[in-house]
Nanobody, 123 residues
Framework: QVQLVESGGGLVQAGGSLRLSCAASGRTFSSYSMGWFRQAPGKEREFVGAIARSDGTTYYADSVKGRFTISRDNAKNTVYLQMNSLKPEDTAVYYC????????????????WGQGTQVTVSS
């Protein structure tokens, strides 16, 4: 069982930055690939990016590539999402998720989810 808690969301102006954190419980954090997803009102949950459990390889959606960076600190059981050059269309609730296999794009592939943190980007 893994429990995930996101933090770091808030209100930021377009062009600004935020760093989200996702703290995981348990001593097996390093055995999980971690994903970030987001869901805007009236839209489906979409893949933002992920980081592999094995070698830390990262993957990103085209919409955030070059602006967002995912990293992990296994000693702190935490994964981060650094978001730069934010746009109003990045406004959503952001979720982290964990799965025991390699990273996947599909949200249904993840076993554990956090409660989400709101990110609002004003124009």
């Amino acid at each position: 069982q893994v429990q995930l808690v996101e933090s770091g969301g808030g209100l930021v102006q377009a062009g600004g930055s935020l760093r989200l954190s996702c703290a995981a419980s348990g001593r097996t954090f390093s055995s999980y690939s971690m994903g970030w997803f987001r869901q805007a009102p009236g839209k489906e949950r979409e893949f933002v990016g992920a980081i592999a459990r094995s070698d830390g390889t990262t993957y990103y959606a085209d919409s955030v590539k070059g602006r967002f960076t995912i990293s992990r600190d296994n000693a702190k059981n935490t994964v981060y999402l650094q978001m730069n050059s934010l746009k109003p269309e990045d406004t959503a609730v952001y979720y982290c998720a964990a799965r025991s296999g390699p990273p996947k794009v599909a949200a249904t592939s993840y076993d554990y989810w956090g409660q989400g943190t709101q990110v609002t980007v004003s124009s």
